[in-house]
């Protein structure tokens, strides 16, 4: 384990929709809008590492990549490395989040991962990312 590491400081998707997916990751996951720039919604999804935001951040697919090199015309899931990305929760809210996300229209994923003690809620966004909500729980065996 590398100690300079400390935490995930950002995960960017690169989205069709920029509303649309602003609505979802607002509306319905809950997230706090804290930035917005042309074609770019910024995300807080909790307080990180000494004074550093995580953040989750919607980048419309026709901007520029990082690396110049790359030549993205499109979003295709072949062609894309993500499987899903997950949020941390409480163990104590996941099955309010289970029946929120699943009353505000959501098919609600669940899995228990035994070797880990975790218990997962997984759900799409618009643009069919997979979103994991995940907990630690100790009587998960």
């Known amino acids: 384990m590398n100690p300079a590491i400390k935490g995930l400081g950002e995960t960017v998707l690169r989205v069709r929709d920029l509303d649309k997916m602003k609505g979802f990751y607002s509306n319905i996951i809950g997230l706090e809008l804290i930035k917005e720039l042309p074609k770019v919604a910024l ?3 909790a307080e990180g590492y000494g004074g550093h935001t995580q953040v989750l951040g919607l980048f419309a697919q026709e901007l520029p990549t990082a690396f110049a090199k790359d ?5 295709e ?10 949020l941390e929760i409480s163990s104590d809210d996941y099955l309010a989040e289970k029946s929120r996300l699943e009353k ?3 098919e609600v994923i669940t899995a228990q991962h035994n070797w880990c003690h975790w218990k997962s809620l997984y759900v799409k966004d618009p643009e069919q990312n997979v979103l994991e909500l995940v907990c630690y729980d100790s009587a998960a065996l």
């Open 43 to 45: 995300f807080k999804i």
């Open 71 to 75: 030549n993205i015309s499109s979003i």
């Open 77 to 86: 899931p072949a062609c894309s490395s993500l499987h899903h990305f997950a």
């Open 104 to 106: 505000a229209g959501c």
